[in-house]
């Protein structure tokens, strides 16, 4: 009777909410109502989806390793189709079945959600650190998604901003930590822009100027189905449809501990198949940085991409092309320091999708001591990911770009280049044809030739110079460089021994090192005149 009650309040409340929130999403209760109440008071939860709970969820552990009974899920499989628009109704997994960790959970994550539902919205957290809770990984960061819009949000947090024109979000700061909180969106058909509407379909007035206006305004796409705005607010089952895969398309309720799953994500994860929410070929359109997406997560999850999902990525390759620069260089920032970049480039590679993203590493990769290179520098880009300690971009894209620059300095020395200029044609011509098409940004194109341009004066040793060497900002990355090219067998060990010794020694044994070395050259002279000499004077007899 209490729980009834409840719920008759709760919907007359709603009730005069929705007047003057449009937006609002009728399914789901909103959850300052249920603060206080026990599991068996579930009102933030659609009435269809408490049956689904009731009827299929079995509340024991699951055994043999699994994340969850496959029932549990796959019995609603039919009514929750992956590739329909039609699923409005989640199945909702209870604490019970998905076990997750709540010390996982940011503190602040879980204070935005406790605000936002406070203030009469539904909150969740969303996405890939749902996804990471369910596979028990400690999620990098972590997204809220509620059915308040960017400027009702900004007035709850204290710090928060709004930013983005393409997609409107709002970032809450607790210190050095930013949470970041969108609004539910809806999936919308829209003409592309420069495309001419279908004389078939004639709308009235009304709807042909509410169109036109969002256009305009709200939500656009180009010629190729690329999104370029797409700021139209919708209910959360709309939400959970324009997200890419099932696997990040679940909602999270901390204060309920209850997980909703629109369209078989937990049975997916369970599975380790990432699917693709739609048809596949136009969600690629939409944004192609969900091809790149694809090769990430199988990698770094180590699922299998679905058939349906990873047939069209050969053929819809080119729109690559399509990403700003800066947005493509982002993504592949996010691919090498995944912690699987060594999978990722097996991926790419895989599925042809490295040509365009490196067009200068094909080169590389067909000869065999360059593909041991970059496959040994991402292995050890890798162990220090996973380590937890740093790694430098500009240091990476140096490791990958090495070969092809090393290809083009061999070809102006044999043009007649003396050998440091022709270093440094060869530098701007590979890094000029990179950047082109990934905006690596300044700071690290700086980097990456600082590192390259050490590497003949730390083979040569000379004189003083390796004194002023050690003083360089750049020389432990270009020292870690040569230390690369010498595990890779590119360079004999006895360079790389020297400067270890070198490093290690104090100022008296330095000097000692330094005198050794020139007295080896010096002998290597005397030797290299001692042969020309011979050679003249046996040519003078003759």
């Not at 890939?128 to 990098?140: E, H, Q, S």
């Not at 509620?146 to 947090?157: G, L, Q």
């Not at 390759?317 to 060594?342: C, M, Q, T, W």
């Amino acid at each position: 009777m209490i729980t009834k009650f409840i719920r008759k309040l709760f919907s007359l409340r709603c009730g005069d909410n929705d007047k003057d929130r449009a937006n609002a999403n009728p399914n789901i209760a909103i959850a300052d109502h249920c603060y206080g109440m026990g599991q068996d008071e579930q009102c933030n939860v659609p009435s269809e989806a408490l049956a689904v709970q009731d009827a299929g969820l079995p509340p024991s552990k699951p055994s043999n390793g699994m994340l969850y009974p496959t029932r549990a899920i796959s019995k609603y499989t039919s009514r929750h189709t992956l590739a329909s628009y039609e699923a409005k109704i989640p199945v909702i997994v209870s604490a019970d079945i998905h076990h997750i960790d709540l010390s996982l959970i940011s503190h602040n994550a879980i204070r935005v959600t406790h605000m936002l539902q406070k203030s009469g919205f539904q909150a969740f957290i969303v996405g890939g650190a749902v996804r990471d809770l369910l596979l028990n990984i400690v999620p990098k960061d972590f997204d809220v998604a509620t059915d308040a819009t960017p400027n009702e949000i900004v007035k709850i947090f204290r710090r928060a901003r709004l930013i983005g024109r393409r997609f409107q979000i709002v970032h809450v700061q607790f210190g050095a930590e930013i949470i970041e909180v969108s609004t539910f969106r809806a999936p919308i058909e829209i003409t592309p822009v420069g495309a001419k509407e279908s004389s078939d379909s004639k709308p009235n007035a009304l709807s042909h100027k509410m169109r036109c206006s969002i256009n305009r305004r709200m939500h656009a796409v180009d010629s190729s189905g690329r999104v370029l705005r797409d700021n139209v607010w919708g209910k959360q089952h709309q939400d959970a449809t324009r997200r890419d895969f099932t696997i990040n398309a679940m909602y999270y309720d901390p204060v309920m501990q209850i997980v909703l799953d629109y369209h078989c994500g937990m049975d997916d994860i369970r599975g380790r198949v990432l699917r693709m929410i739609g048809e596949p070929a136009t969600r690629f359109r939409e944004d192609p940085v969900r091809m790149l997406r694809t090769v990430r997560f199988a990698a770094k999850l180590d699922f299998i991409i679905e058939p349906s999902t990873q047939a069209p990525l050969a053929e819809l390759v080119y729109l690559i092309n399509n990403i700003p620069a800066a947005r493509l260089f982002d993504e592949i920032l996010k691919l090498l320091l995944s912690g699987y970049a060594h999978n990722c480039l097996k991926q790419l590679r895989a599925l042809g999708l490295h040509h365009r993203v490196f067009p200068l590493l094909e080169v590389t990769l067909e000869q065999p001591d360059g593909e041991q290179f970059i496959m040994l520098a991402l292995t050890n880009t890798d162990e220090r990911v996973r380590s937890g300690k740093q790694v430098s971009p500009g240091f990476l894209f140096a490791s990958l770009l090495w070969h092809a620059m090393q290809l083009r300095w061999k070809q102006y020395e044999a043009s007649g280049e003396p050998s440091i200029p022709a270093l440094y044609q060869a530098l701007d011509e590979v890094l000029d044809q990179q950047t082109a098409m990934l905006a690596i940004r300044r700071r690290y194109t700086t980097d990456m030739r600082e590192i390259l341009e050490l590497q003949p004066r730390l083979e040569k040793r000379s004189g003083r110079s390796a004194l002023k060497l050690i003083e360089h900002h750049s020389f432990r990355a270009g020292y870690d460089f040569l230390l690369l090219r010498c595990e890779a067998g590119e360079l004999d060990e006895s360079i790389c021994q020297w400067w270890k010794d070198f490093i290690a020694g104090d100022p008296n044994f330095r000097e000692v090192m330094l005198k050794q070395r020139e007295k080896e050259r010096q002998n290597r002279r005397r030797r290299g005149s001692g042969s020309r000499n011979r050679k003249n004077s046996s040519a003078n007899i003759l």
